[in-house]
């Protein structure tokens, strides 16, 4: 809403006094005015014809300031649609549902009400006035903005199995769940700037975080809220961007990306500050203090995530050296089949990623490729390097090997089925497979991988008593077998991936 330059409204010169429609609409107007409701009446064309004096309170408003004025002056643009828009005719005693916006204030800043429309008619049927009750709701919607966000977040947290990743989905989740305008996260550099780092950001993509003087220097002349909440382990918030001393390196991207208010939440891991989550409103005071409260407790839970998934990388560190440790020991009793089992471990990830298994069970399905056939260390190396066909006994001795690398496998406490998957790699969905017999849906997902993969790397690279069938010829094999002993849609994943075999893996961040 427009104003002169000695602040007064140019519409209050037009608008009349206050109450000054007579009539069948006083005894209304007496009983707003005792109400702590802002309640206002707008004629067919949505012009304010009177307004309640609470709106002094809950806005700041003069009454004389609002009266003349177009009631969707008042409302924020995003809020528009539909909201005051006067009906030609109404049904008597009609009442418009309630709906939250954004009413603006004295100050320029906008206010969440929860205003109801009440469409006042004549003896046709005809909209003669509407009458508008809003609730001051902005408290309780600033705490629910928030509340949002940390429900969602939590979810994000739970599920995050890379750092990375986990850090952009909160991001994602600030501005999606919790409709805020930006955010991002920030990691102190430890160079001679002493810059911060952005990792993560999600929202206004026209604010351009590197234009930003970012530092968590001491110099009194740099300091900033993100700066601040690293050198202090404490929260930062601003409630005017654009006005507050401490945000001055941040008010021209404020203006440019509309940022209203801001807070910077140091995250904590082990003790130690990791970086920032620095989340921006659209409004002034976008942040009250339920909602900092509960952003607060979203920062120390990205802490905690974060924290676990660097032990869980540890452990799993652990763990592939225990696991390349034992593949090594079972090809150097095997130099025939040396690189098998890491020939495997890969195609059987690419054949994951094609089928679309998650990070977690990507994990898994590397390892228990890798040493799916730890068995072998139970068979005579006589038997393991004969280059005539094996007996009838000689193969039951090697078909063994599934069955004592589960036995060893099983004595470790591994977070992914791999001894399961060393049991079952050799199961077929026919039942025609060993030690178990296993059919269809009893034999598990990662086994039919790894199942797959195995045969198409026995078959092309060939082994000491036979030579190897090639790429063609191999596949060929598997194929006569889809749909009976192999999963068809693992099958069909090989095809896909053999077509584009001469670009490299996904990577991916483990």
């Known amino acids: 809403m427009n104003q002169d330059d000695d602040g007064s409204s140019p519409q209050s010169a037009r608008a009349g006094t206050l109450g000054s429609r007579p009539g069948r609409f006083e005894q209304f107007r007496l009983a707003a005015e005792l109400s702590s409701d802002l309640v206002f009446e707008t004629n067919p064309d949505g012009i304010i014809d009177w307004v309640s004096r609470s709106v002094t309170r809950v806005l700041g408003w003069e009454p004389d300031e609002v009266l003349g004025?177009?009631?969707?002056?008042?409302?924020?643009?995003?809020?528009?649609?539909?909201?005051?828009?006067s009906p030609v005719r109404s049904d008597p005693g009609e009442v418009r549902g309630e709906r939250r916006t954004r009413l603006l204030t004295s100050t320029g800043s906008y206010r969440w009400m929860s205003?109801?429309?009440?469409?006042?008619?004549?003896?046709?049927?005809?909209?003669?006035?509407?009458?508008?009750?809003?609730?001051?709701?902005?408290?309780?919607?600033?705490?629910?903005?928030?509340?949002?966000?940390?429900?969602?977040?939590?979810?994000?947290?739970?599920?995050?199995?890379?750092?990375?990743?986990?850090?952009?989905?909160?991001?994602?989740?600030?501005?999606?769940?919790?409709?805020?305008?930006?955010?991002?996260?920030?990691?102190?550099?430890?160079?001679?700037?002493?810059?911060?780092?952005?990792?993560?950001?999600?929202?206004?993509?026209s604010c351009d975080l590197d234009r930003v003087a970012m530092t968590w220097d001491e110099t009194p002349a740099v300091k900033e809220p993100t700066g601040e909440a690293i050198r202090t382990r404490r929260i930062q918030g601003s409630r005017d961007l654009k006005h507050d001393p401490l945000a001055r390196p941040w008010w021209a991207a404020a203006t440019t990306c509309r940022l209203g208010s801001s807070l910077a939440l140091p995250v904590l891991v082990d003790g130690f500050v990791d970086g920032v989550l620095n989340v921006y409103g659209a409004e002034?005071?976008?942040?009250?203090?339920?909602?900092?409260?509960?952003?607060?407790?979203?920062?120390?839970?990205?802490?905690?995530?974060?924290?676990?998934?660097?032990?869980?990388?540890?452990l799993f560190g652990a763990m592939v050296n225990s696991v390349d440790l034992l593949a090594a020991t079972v090809e150097s009793r095997d130099p025939y089949t040396a690189g098998h089992e890491l020939n495997v471990s890969v195609l059987a990830v690419r054949l994951g990623q094609e089928l679309g298994l998650d990070e977690d069970q990507l994990l898994g399905l590397e390892l228990g490729a890798k040493i799916h056939d730890l068995g072998r260390i139970a068979i005579p190396p006589e038997i393991l390097n004969k280059r005539a066909p094996l007996s009838p006994a000689e193969r039951l001795e090697v078909a063994r090997h599934a069955e004592v690398g589960w036995e060893i496998a099983s004595k470790f406490e591994w977070p992914w089925p791999i001894a399961e998957i060393i049991h079952q790699h050799h199961e077929r969905l026919d039942g025609s497979g060993y030690p178990q017999g296993l059919r269809g849906e009893q034999?598990?997902?990662?086994?039919?991988?790894?199942?797959?993969?195995?045969?198409?790397?026995?078959?092309?690279?060939?082994?000491?008593?036979?030579?190897?069938?090639?790429?063609?010829?191999?596949?060929?094999?598997?194929?006569?077998?889809?749909?009976?002993?192999?999963?068809?849609?693992?099958?069909?994943?090989l095809v896909r991936v053999l077509d584009t075999e001469s670009s490299p893996p996904v990577e991916r961040n483990p």
């Open 115 to 205: 205003a109801q429309t009440h469409p006042v008619t004549d003896t046709t049927g005809a909209v003669e006035a509407v009458l508008v009750r809003a609730r001051d709701v902005h408290e309780e919607t600033l705490v629910d903005k928030a509340l949002r966000t940390v429900a969602e977040g939590s979810a994000v947290l739970v599920r995050a199995a890379a750092e990375g990743g986990l850090l952009q989905r909160v991001c994602d989740t600030v501005v999606e769940s919790g409709s805020y305008q930006l955010a991002w996260y920030g990691r102190p550099v430890s160079d001679a700037a002493k810059s911060v780092a952005v990792v993560a950001r999600s929202g206004d993509l």
């Open 284 to 314: 002034v005071g976008d942040f009250n203090r339920g909602a900092q409260a509960l952003l607060a407790d979203l920062a120390t839970d990205i802490g905690y995530g974060l924290a676990r998934l660097r032990d869980r990388a540890k």
């Open 443 to 493: 034999i598990m997902w990662e086994a039919r991988i790894v199942a797959v993969a195995d045969v198409y790397d026995a078959l092309s690279h060939g082994r000491p008593q036979r030579s190897p069938h090639g790429k063609e010829r191999s596949l060929e094999i598997l194929m006569a077998d889809k749909g009976s002993r192999f999963d068809s849609e693992v099958i069909e994943a």
């Open 69 to 85: 004025v177009p009631s969707t002056d008042l409302v924020h643009p995003e809020d528009m649609p539909g909201l005051l828009a």
